[in-house]
């Protein structure tokens, strides 16, 4: 182990809430310095998101109402990885949900940590092409309220620029798509 890299001592630990999607627990830690503190964390599963390629270039998005911004948001589909499923077959799942589309090639882009501050997530990011519009595509989740949006690559950047509510890890995964779009 590097110098520098022990782990701190857990001295407590506690669940503060289990939810739908993720857990909420505190821990209070002795650091390898000797300090102690308390640092609270979201459990999540992880998440898996698509950036759909259309034959003609453009992104498929969707517009999403979020409730902790009490707003719409502009994303790529993506949702949570559940129980033993590997994170290609979440995004399989979503792409057709969200926005009635099935893709025929996929490429894994990468992944990375959502927010390490707070939370464990790791979002898994993945580019869809050879798209089709699904003639009769299967039924969206009850809770959610969502519009497909088509873009071209510099539509969405642009809006970024500009200020438009557009979800970070939309943002990232955009990034690591760039080079094949």
């Given at each position: ?24 627990d505190v821990h209070r830690l002795r650091l390898p310095n000797g300090a102690i503190g ?144």
């Amino acid at each position: 182990m590097k110098p520098g890299s022990e782990p701190p001592e857990i001295l407590d630990q506690q669940l503060f809430y289990r939810g739908r999607k993720f857990n909420f627990d505190v821990h209070r830690l002795r650091l390898p310095n000797g300090a102690i503190g308390q640092w609270e964390c979201v459990r999540h599963p992880g998440g898996a998101l698509v950036i759909p390629v259309t034959p003609e270039g453009k992104l498929v998005l969707v517009r999403q109402y979020r409730f902790a911004v009490e707003g719409r948001t502009l994303e790529f589909p993506a949702g949570t990885v559940e129980a033993n499923e590997d994170p290609a077959e979440t995004v399989r799942r979503e792409i057709e949900e969200e926005t009635g589309y099935r893709a025929s090639k996929w490429r894994k882009l990468g992944q990375f940590i959502l927010a390490p501050g707070y939370s464990d997530e790791i979002i898994y990011a993945f580019l869809a092409e050879d798209l089709e519009k699904l003639e009769t595509p299967p039924p969206q989740d009850e809770d959610e309220d969502i519009d497909t949006v088509l873009m071209t690559p510099q539509e969405l950047e642009e809006a970024i620029l500009q200020g438009e509510p557009v979800d970070a890890k939309s943002m990232a995964s955009f990034m690591l798509a760039k080079p094949f779009l």
